[in-house]
């Protein structure tokens, strides 16, 4: 089945400077990869998705490149602010429509 | 938010006693999801359902049955629970074809002693 890494599991960053997270998939069949932002007792909320056929995607501040050669995908954040402070997950969706998880990355933005 | 809700949000129990939590959406999304999530794991998937009546396992599945008798309902059992499974459960759903992107409840807190 698909696996996910994520890396790293958790990043610290000074506030305004950028911060990347990466993933690496094992199923070339995937064809989905969104993005999820988890506060502290809440409920993952989408933040970006990209799709196999596009290689960026960006959304203000936030950005989603894919590399289907290498198999693996990456979110940018620019001018952090500390409300990014949170996990971030991504995920992949393979061939049978099911999503599998990276393990997470806890962000946190000092001021 | 979707229209899901998640029942109970907080629940205790004993090793051994069986446990059904409830997802309920709105939305009349026909693909519906249970995920447990665990330091460390992320979200795995448990059980998912693309229609009523229609089910199937996911990469966790040991330990639980789940049950959709109508489109607005998926419920998940525990048949005896056990302290492996104190976790925090998400329900999701999807639009429906060719609309990937899955949004989630706001979570069941479970605590097995």
């Known amino acids: 089945g698909e696996n996910v890494e994520q890396h790293p599991s958790t990043l610290s960053v000074q506030e305004g400077d950028s911060a990347v997270i990466k993933c690496t998939y094992s199923?070339?069949?995937?064809?989905?990869f969104p993005w999820y932002k988890q506060e502290l007792g809440k409920r993952p909320q989408l933040i970006i998705d990209?799709?196999?056929?596009?290689g960026e995607k960006k959304d203000q501040r936030i950005a989603v490149t894919l590399n289907k050669t290498a198999k693996h995908f990456s979110l940018h954040i620019t001018e952090t602010q500390p409300e990014d402070s949170a996990v971030y997950f991504c995920?992949?969706?393979?061939?049978?429509?099911?999503?599998?998880f990276g393990g997470g990355t806890r962000l946190m933005v000092k001021p | 938010d979707a229209g899901i809700t998640q029942s109970p949000r907080h629940k205790v129990t004993e090793t051994g006693t069986p446990v059904t939590l409830r997802c309920h959406q709105t939305?009349?999304?026909?693909?519906m999801y249970w995920y447990r999530q665990d330091p460390g794991h992320g979200l795995r998937l448990i059980h998912y359902?693309?229609?009523?009546?229609?089910?199937d396992k996911g990469e966790v599945s040991d330990g639980y049955s789940v049950s959709r008798s109508k489109t607005e309902d998926f419920l998940l059992t525990l048949e005896s629970a056990t302290s492996s499974q104190t976790s925090v459960y998400f329900c999701?759903?999807?639009?429906?074809?060719?609309?990937?992107?899955?949004?989630f409840g706001p979570g069941t807190r479970l605590l097995v002693l």
């Open positions: 359902s693309y229609g009523v009546k229609d089910t």
């Open positions: 199923d070339s069949a995937s064809n989905y």
């Open positions: 990209i799709r196999s056929n596009v």
């Open positions: 939305e009349n999304h026909r693909y």
């Open positions: 999701a759903i999807r639009q429906g074809q060719g609309r990937e992107t899955q949004y």
């Open positions: 995920a992949a969706l393979n061939a049978g429509n099911m999503l599998t």
